[in-house]
């Protein structure tokens, strides 16, 4: 089972440039979201999705930019990439309906450096 | 979002049980409260979720008190395998799930 399969493991970006980080599940999950983990911190919310079509702000979506046109795919977008958006990032998945929060399934990770 | 406290880190050795305690004094009525594990360099894992009295599986048990304001991880007979971050979560209707620092548990052998 591939679960939440994110692309690429790493990227290094310089100053300005853009870039997409890939998250894409085969759960058939409505909810789907996007963390950064700073060193030393927890994980972070940038932006979430209820199902395709539905995208909504998480604690830190500036600099960020996501879409959900499948059930399957939810990318992540730096349009113009800064030092300050170093981190590691996580993709998650999850059920949704009856049960509010029910489990989320982790991507392994894309660790972004920017020069 | 509710949100929740936990100690920062705590040290165990190998065989001990290992319990901690979350706080998350403005839970809502309709909240879940999560917990999740993380191992270096991989995505957090699910451990254990429950919405009051005490919920148990083959990892862990979760003791939530009639209040709802705390709740509290129990790992038995934790071994050097065991050693990662654990988050608390209290969950939102909408998803909106929060984690915060986490507790750092050593164990040692």
């Known amino acids: 089972n591939a679960g939440v399969t994110q692309t690429p493991k790493f990227q290094v970006l310089k100053t300005g440039q853009s870039m997409t980080l890939q998250c894409a599940q085969d759960?058939?999950?409505?909810?789907m979201s996007w963390y950064r983990q700073d060193p030393g911190m927890g994980l972070r919310l940038i932006h979430y999705?209820?199902?395709?079509?539905?995208?909504d702000q998480g604690e830190v979506p500036n600099g960020y930019n996501v879409s959900r046109s499948t059930t399957e795919d939810f990318p992540l977008r730096l349009l113009s990439a800064a030092p300050s958006q170093t981190s590691v990032y996580f993709c998650?998945?999850?059920?949704?309906?009856?049960?509010?929060?029910?489990?989320?399934?982790f991507g392994e990770g894309s660790r972004l450096t920017v020069l | 979002l509710a949100k929740t406290t936990q100690p920062i880190s705590m040290d165990s050795y190998e065989g001990q049980e290992v319990n901690i305690t979350c706080s998350h004094n403005?839970?809502?009525?309709?909240?879940?409260i999560t917990w999740y594990q993380q191992f270096p360099s991989q995505g957090p894992r699910f451990i254990i979720q429950?919405?009051?009295t005490k919920v148990t599986n083959e990892v862990a048990s979760l003791f939530i008190p009639a209040d709802r304001k705390s709740s509290t991880l129990s790992l038995p007979r934790v071994s050097l395998s065991d050693t990662a971050v654990y988050y608390c979560?209290?969950?939102?209707?909408?998803?909106?799930?929060?984690f915060g620092a986490g507790t750092t548990v050593t164990v040692r052998a």
């Open positions: 429950g919405y009051k």
């Open positions: 979560l209290v969950g939102e209707s909408d998803y909106k799930l929060s």
């Open positions: 999705s209820v199902g395709a079509g539905i995208t």
């Open positions: 998650a998945s999850g059920g949704a309906g009856e049960s509010n929060t029910g489990e989320l399934f």
């Open positions: 759960m058939n999950h409505e909810y």
């Open positions: 403005n839970i809502a009525t309709n909240d879940y």
